[in-house]
């Protein structure tokens, strides 16, 4: 997943519904932010922490396990208390959480010498019965019925909170559930959908299941259209500055008509550049949102440089 895609994600979790999440775990705060993982790593083969909250009292670090925590676990969570610990610019404590679906909730110390000890807690999901979860669910979908956001949540955990070993399938019931779902708010939508994008990056293994998935989870992301139009227009608006400065110059020496058609050609190229480059690694998830605005097949292409026949397939699948 690249690095914009992670950015997404945050911006998608938010600061809204997140207390929901907290409540679940025996928290709650009256200010929280999300922080981004970006700066956490510890080392290559060291994966970063799930999600990192600010709360008024405390940094808390979130992790989501679906087996049981070992020696290696303990080392790690530990390391990203420590690493994050020395990184930051206050004296808040830091203190690390799992949201567990293999063991009971419980308190766990791990002893880095004889005069350190890292404890953190476990919170169990164990319990939670997901055949339960997912006919409340669909029942509600079925009946027009409006879900709460503990509900959307718990629906959203089903990958993490299922025992079965190929998540592929647990991860299908729930994009189709949600895609179903008539969300009300679309802080809530991008907060649920930003919950099952992290658990995809966290459980699925690369392949076309995955991509797939994580496109049309991400397709329906309000935020990654706001994300969009903010870097094309920021780019645009830069480029077409320059532009503007140049053109200033010769405006004394050039006639109307010529400095209009100048302009015009400038800006159509570098429009179209800075939009190939904003958008070359998103071109088809991109594509789908233009689509969704109404942006016809051949408008879509040009901005997104993909061919027209390729447009014109994703369209007829939205």
């Known amino acids: 997943m690249s690095k914009n895609e992670e950015d997404i994600i945050f911006k998608a979790i938010g600061n809204g519904p997140i207390n929901v999440l907290l409540t679940k775990l025996g928290f709650e705060s009256e200010n929280v932010e999300i922080l981004n993982t970006e700066l956490f790593v510890v080392k290559l083969s060291a994966r970063k922490a799930d999600l990192i909250i600010k709360l008024d009292n405390m940094y808390l670090i979130i992790e989501f396990q679906s087996y049981y925590v070992g020696p290696y676990d303990d080392k790690r969570f530990s390391a990203y208390a420590h690493m994050f610990d020395l990184n930051k610019n206050d004296d808040l404590p830091v203190y690390l959480c799992v949201l567990s679906t293999a063991e009971g909730s419980k308190t766990k110390k791990y002893r880095i010498n004889h005069k350190s000890v890292f404890t953190f807690s476990i919170v169990s999901l164990k319990e939670n019965d997901e055949n339960e979860i997912i006919n409340n669910v669909n029942t509600k979908i079925e009946s027009n019925q409006d879900l709460s956001v ?92 320059c532009i503007k400065e140049r053109t200033d110059k010769v405006m004394e020496q050039v006639t109307r008509d010529v400095t209009e058609q100048v302009t015009r050609d400038v800006t159509e190229r570098v429009t179209r550049d800075v939009t190939e480059r904003v958008t070359r690694e998103n071109s088809e998830r991109i594509a789908i949102n233009l689509l969704h605005d109404g942006g016809n097949v051949d408008y879509v292409a040009i901005n997104t440089n993909l061919p027209v026949n390729r447009v014109i397939e994703l369209k007829e699948k939205i």
């Not at 990056?201 to 797939?212: A, V, Y």
């Not at 259209?225 to 920021?234: A, D, K, P, T």
């Open 150 to 241: 503990e509900e959307l949540v718990d629906f959203a955990l089903l990958p993490l909170i299922t025992k079965e070993k190929n998540k592929e399938n647990i991860f299908a019931i729930v994009k189709n559930g949600l895609f179903e779902y008539d969300f009300k708010d679309f802080e809530t939508k991008d907060f649920i959908f930003g919950i099952v994008m992290l658990l995809s990056n966290k459980l699925l293994t690369d392949g076309d299941f995955k991509k797939q998935l994580e496109n049309k989870l991400m397709g329906q992301l309000d935020c990654v259209s706001r994300y969009i139009n903010e870097q094309v227009s920021m780019r645009v608006d830069e480029e077409l500055k």
